[in-house]
C-alpha cells in the first residue's frame, strides 16, 4: 500500500514523518541496528560514485561551514547537488552535496597506504556518520539507493560491513545520530519547502541553490545579497 494520499501535500508527508519520528524509541532503534549487524571496514565504497553517477551526499548549509578550514570558502567544501541542473551545471537545484573529484569521488576521501580515509572524518556531516542506516519514517531512505534490509524502523543500504557485530553504546550511539538526522532532514525539507514558495530574486547567477536558509549562489552567496543596496 502506498504511503502516499494523492491528495496529500509534500508538506502534510513531512509533518506526518515528523510524529512519527517523534514517536520512535531510540532502544528500538538501536536494536534493530543491532539485529542487522554493522561494523565500518573503511573500504570507501560509500564514498565514490560509481561508472553512470558521481556521489552524491546531502550536506545541509551549517555541516558546510563545519567542514571549512580557516582559509577555506563555502563553496571549497560543497557542490550544488546536480539534480535538476543541466550538464553545463546551471538551472535551480535544492540543497548542497559533498564536492567530487574528477572521477566522482567525494573530494575529501584519500588513499594512502592501498587504505581509504577521510579527510575530514571528525567533522564529517551527518549523513556520513548515520550510513549505511536511515529510518523508514524519514525523507533520507529514497535517496540513499536500494534498501538491502529493513528491521522495524531501520533500513540498512549497500554495505559490506553489514551483518557484523555492533556493540549496545555504539548502536544507541547511532540510532541517536539517525533519530537527530531525520528531525533535521524534515526540518531543512520544510524550510526549503517555504523558500520555494516565494520568487526566486531576480539575479545574474546562472546557478540558484535553494537551502533551508534560502536561494544562494553556486558560490553559497545569498541571492538577496547580490541586489544592489538602495
Ligand atoms: S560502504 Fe560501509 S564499510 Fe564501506 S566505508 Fe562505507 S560504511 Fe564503511
Redesign the pocket.
Known sequence: MSRHHPHRSVNDDLVSMRAAIDELDRAEVADAIETIGFE???????CRGDDADEHVATVFPDEARQLMEEDEQFRDVVQPMPFGLGHDGTGVTIEWSLPTDDCGDCRFLKFEDEQSHCTRYDRRPSICRT??FTLRDSPEAAPQGEAIETVGPVVAHE???LGTHIDRASALTLADELIERARRSIEEGMSVRGHLAQQVPDTAASTVVIDSEGPKTAAGTPIDDERPQR
Open positions: 565500518c571496514t573503511d573500504c570507501g565504497a560509500c550510513y549505511p554495505c559490506e560491513g
